[in-house]
């Protein structure tokens, strides 16, 4: 049989029958766009709590979903979703007070000024609308992302996200920085050198007549290889951006909902006040629900000028399952757990790179982890075809994560705010084990 979607030959051995007959089946129902994760894809039937379980029963232990962030189908979000299906769902041209009892929630977990929020069903979405009114503000169309860039799927956004591949061409409004690498640039340099290239980009818009409008920012940088940096790096770059009139868009799709530990939102490791903030991904630990966080002043006249309406952005159902989520991260302390077991799971990884050569950086904040593999720690060589064997033969061992970055030779490990002490050991366990395996 002849794979579709990049599998090698050899991968397809590996496949039993039924797993073959679906991803050929997979192929010629949903075209070739689709890509699976792992060599042995993963044919999932269930998840509870930090696991997910396959076809076959067998168990593994989720480092990588940033959706069911809280658990996967955590009861209380289950139970949200299930009593306001049984009521009432409709959308927000009608009144109804769930929608304002979690955006007042909501938006008391954002600093002072940041007071209005709009509800999208994803976080393209949320970045395409936080885009229009930031440029209907400023009358600018420039825009300023990082060269490996991910913000979404839309028409304008996906121009923005350079890091879907080579069929992106790059529009002519859009200008890309060098990624905040600390570990390339050097941590106390990598705060000017941001900051320089935006004002850099800022200078090069102006030169060819474009007026600038935003400054777009994964919050931990995770398509460019999770470079979460020096907590306050961002900070002269946010400045120099808001100095010449442009507004800070916060993409808070990763780093938001007490995934980085120390705050609730990932700008806030960096001291800055975004103007708008976007939110998506673990919102509603997998129903569809995302937003865009603003200061009232800038969506004023976007407001008066532009009828807002999304059919299924906001309605009772994600409001519940989000407001569920709220009152979780609250109520079992996932914001200090992420913390906590993260700082874990980043000392346990140090004491790997003792003996594991392979290991050139471990970095990342709360429960989002990038560790940078390198066949040579003094040239900093990417590895990564060791890579792609660590990932696969995690997922072999029954730990689930992921690679990052231009040349995908960091390991991206982002386990679910759920995790305990057991799993951040299960998981470095594994990873010892894998690392022993890699060959050149
Ligand atoms: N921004 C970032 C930083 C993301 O990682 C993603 C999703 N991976 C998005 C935006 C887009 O979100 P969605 O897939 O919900 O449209």
């Known amino acids: 049989m002849t794979m579709p979607n990049g599998f090698s030959a050899a991968d397809a051995e590996r496949l039993s029958e039924q797993e073959r007959r679906l991803i050929e089946r997979r192929a010629r129902l949903l075209g070739p766009a689709y890509r699976l994760f792992y060599e042995r894809p993963l044919h999932t039937v269930r998840g509870e709590g930090v696991w997910l379980y396959d076809n076959q029963g067998n168990r593994y232990l989720d480092a990588y979903n940033n959706v069911a962030s809280i658990g996967h189908c955590h009861p209380r979000v289950v139970q949200a979703i299930a009593n306001q299906a049984a009521v009432l769902n409709t959308h927000t041209r009608y009144l109804q007070e769930g929608i304002l009892d979690y955006a007042e929630d909501l938006l008391a977990t954002f600093p002072t000024g940041l007071d209005q929020v709009m509800f999208t069903c994803t976080g393209s979405e949320a970045n395409d609308l936080a885009l229009r009114i930031a440029r209907q503000y400023t009358g600018g169309t420039g825009v300023i992302i990082t060269r490996f860039a991910y913000h979404g799927v839309t028409g304008t956004i996906s121009e923005l996200s350079p890091s879907l591949g080579s069929g992106i061409t790059l529009p002519a409004h859009a200008r890309t920085v060098r990624a905040p690498d600390a570990y ?88 800055v006040q975004p103007d708008l903030v976007t939110l998506g991904k673990p919102m509603g630990n997998g129903q569809p629900i995302a937003g865009v966080v603003v200061r009232p002043e800038i969506l004023e006249s976007f407001g008066r000028e532009v009828r807002y309406f999304n059919t299924f952005g906001g309605n009772p159902v994600s409001c ?121």
């Open 184 to 271: 390339r640039l050097g941590a106390e340099n990598v705060g000017k050198l941001f900051a320089d290239d935006v004002r850099a980009a800022i200078a090069d818009l102006r030169a060819h007549g474009i007026k600038p409008a935003a400054l777009l920012l994964d919050g931990i940088f995770a398509s460019d290889g999770v470079l979460a940096g020096p907590p306050g790096f961002l900070a002269e770059a946010v400045k120099v951006a808001q100095d010449e009139g442009l507004l800070y868009i916060a993409d808070e799709v990763q780093s938001g909902f007490a995934r980085t530990g120390d705050a609730m939102w990932g700008f806030q490791r960096h001291g």
């Open 320 to 440: 519940a399952a989000a407001q569920a989520v709220l009152d979780v991260i609250r109520d079992e302390q996932l914001q200090e757990r992420s913390q906590r077991i993260g700082a874990f799971l980043a000392d346990g990884i140090r004491q790997l790179a003792e003996r594991h050569e392979l290991i050139g950086d471990v970095r990342g904040a709360g429960l989002f982890l990038g560790v940078e593999l390198v066949t040579d720690r003094a040239s900093k060589a990417p590895a990564a075809n060791q890579t792609r064997q660590v990932v696969n033969g995690m997922r072999e061992r029954g730990v689930l994560i992921s690679a990052a970055g231009p040349l995908e030779n960091i390991l991206k490990i982002r386990p679910l705010l759920a995790f305990e002490q057991e799993h951040a050991e299960l998981f470095i366990d594994c990873l010892d084990k894998t690392l022993k395996d890699v060959t050149a």
